[in-house]
């Protein structure tokens, strides 16, 4: 789209929720709309305040605008990184788009491997951002800006850093329900935000605290019909891990419109193509949201609301505790003459049994927060990474690319208060790197436009002043007590599960991974790096 006086012109891809009230500000001041979308609003705003918009944006979004006064390009992205954007670098200036394969696409920017993003990629199972598969290739800092001429940029420059709310977070003497309540109005804003559309908007309902928790606030909000979209998988059935029944509780307690759709083997075969045809970035998850996302589109809705982040916020995984926990006792024995040296040892058999690396890592792992998240997270050892990528590649990264110093760069400075500690690097690292970018490319596959109310930094800077309370409210009660009728005590106590598939027993022998000639599971986790290799060959293959 073109601005008013033909000077600037944007490429723009997500939402801007609160639009119409910057659009009915501009009116005010005397700005005349020719449409009634948000990306005219993008531009008027622009021509006002220029880069100074940015903060004022709540939604997800990633844009180009294109100044034919002075030949260059401003590159924006939120504050969570919830959508992608990308810059390649040529002789003769950039490419920008929102997929690496698009930039590889316009066959400018070179496809030799970044050697230090694929390293990343294989030691903690994302490619980490800034970096890309490739050299040339690199994401724009989520809630940052970049000015593009032809033959230069400036530097990628923060207009807000959502990993600033865990440092700042005050100590909080408020009472259980002050705290409540201050979570309950923060999390209606963010729904309410999140629902501004001109088209039904449904919700992925597994049978967890998030997304019961969004489908109940919805309600409460003034959602009168609720599309909810499960997928199960008959491998499931009968098993803590089939998501099918405790949603459909869920479903029932709020009156939703509930589909269940089963997931068969069969299925997911036929599907790889498409799969593999979708992503972007290699990933060693996303399948389940891509089948969520395929549910919904077979449903007719375009846009979904999904609970991705509620573990980050509410602190809703092991690692909470855990990481903690791991460094405390290593340093305990420490005190004892002799005895780090003894489990040393022991944890080094222990990577040899069981062909797991990482094992003989802990000792090092162990002395920081930063190494006991790799350790947790993490996907190899450096040591297997010549196998991983051969010997040229592999020899570069591991002159420059430690995991631990990976963990540390995304997130540091990290607050001393452990559990908010954790919080920064989960939503830095995993949420960013991983279940964001899963979300978007899984979604927009289907061209359906996935929504997370629970991954908002307006939402977090709402929360800030009692997020380091958060670790009293055990099994994200916080959140699943928001909503007017909450969420049942049987739920908030159940056992995590995840939102996961089988996709490791399907792979075991399938048709595509001996065509690859990629080897049968030997451990737990080799299935996901085999899924893995077989994106990495496949992704870029026409590259």
């Known amino acids: 789209m073109t601005s008013t006086d033909g000077r600037y012109v944007i490429a723009y891809n997500g939402e801007i929720y609160n639009y119409r009230e910057i659009r009915s500000e501009l009116i005010r001041d005397g700005v005349t709309f020719r449409t009634e979308g948000d990306t005219e609003v993008l531009l008027a705003l622009y021509q006002r305040l220029g880069v100074e918009m940015l903060p004022k944006l709540r939604g997800m979004f990633a844009f180009a605008i294109w100044d034919t006064v002075t030949k260059s390009m401003l590159v924006a992205r939120d504050p969570y990184g919830i959508k992608p954007l990308y810059v390649g670098r040529f002789s003769r200036g950039w490419v920008v788009a929102s997929q690496v394969k698009a930039i590889l ?9 970044d050697p230090y993003g694929q390293a990343g990629f294989w030691l903690t199972g994302s490619v980490p951002e800034p970096r890309t598969w490739f050299r040339d290739i690199e994401s724009v800092p989520a809630g940052s800006w970049r000015r593009l001429h032809a033959n230069e940029s400036g530097p990628a420059t923060s207009f807000w850093d959502v990993r600033s709310s865990w440092l700042t977070a005050p100590d909080c003497q408020l009472s259980e329900a002050e705290v409540q309540d201050s979570v309950r109005s923060a999390l209606l804003s963010s729904v309410r935000s999140h629902l501004v559309a001109d088209v039904p908007v449904g919700v992925f309902l597994s049978g967890g ?39 459909r509780k869920l479903a ?80 305990r024995l420490g005190r004892v003459p002799g005895l780090q040296e003894l489990a040393s040892g022991m944890f080094r058999v222990r990577a040899r ?32 990474l010549p196998a991983l990528m051969g010997q040229e590649l592999s020899h570069i990264a591991l002159g420059g690319v430690n995991p631990i110093d990976l963990v540390r760069i995304a997130a540091e400075p990290i607050p001393a208060d452990s559990a908010a500690a954790v919080g920064r690097m989960e939503s830095t690292l995993y949420l960013r790197n991983q279940l964001l970018r899963d979300s978007d490319w899984a979604s927009m596959a289907h061209s359906v436009e996935l ?79 085999q899924w893995a290799q077989v994106l990495g060959v496949m992704t870029y293959r026409s590259a």
């Open 105 to 113: 696409a316009a066959r400018l920017v070179s496809a030799e491997p």
């Open 209 to 247: 605290i998030d997304s019961g928790s969004l489908a109940a606030l919805m309600r409460d909000v003034g959602c009168q019909h609720i599309t909810a979209a499960t997928i199960a998988f008959s491998e499931f059935h009968g098993t803590p891990d089939d998501e099918a029944p405790e949603a």
């Open 252 to 331: 029932q307690r709020y009156g939703l419109d509930h589909h269940i759709r089963t997931v068969t083997r069969e299925e997911f075969e036929k599907d790889i193509p498409r799969i593999l045809d979708s992503i972007d970035q290699p990933s060693r998850d996303g399948v389940n949201t891509w089948y969520a996302a395929k549910v919904t589109a077979e449903l007719g809705l375009k846009v979904v609301i999904s609970g991705v982040g509620g573990d980050e916020l509410f602190y809703g995984y092991p690692t909470f505790t855990r990481l903690a926990s791991l460094v405390a006792n290593w340093r």
């Open 353 to 384: 049994v069981s062909r797991n690396a990482r094992w003989a890592m802990l000792p090092q792992c162990a002395e920081s927060l930063y190494g006991a998240y790799y350790l947790q997270r993490g996907f190899f050892a450096p040591s297997e």
């Open 451 to 529: 929504r997370t109310p629970l991954v908002d930094a307006w939402l977090l800077r709402d929360l800030e002043p009692v997020l380091r309370t958060f670790g009293r409210f055990k099994g994200k009660s916080l959140l699943a007590r928001s909503p007017s009728t909450p969420l049942t005590d049987e739920l908030i106590r159940r056992r995590k599960s995840g939102f996961g598939s089988p996709i490791g027993k399907w792979l075991a022998g399938s048709a595509i991974v001996r065509d690859l000639g990629v080897p049968n599971p030997t451990r737990s986790s080799v299935w996901m790096a």
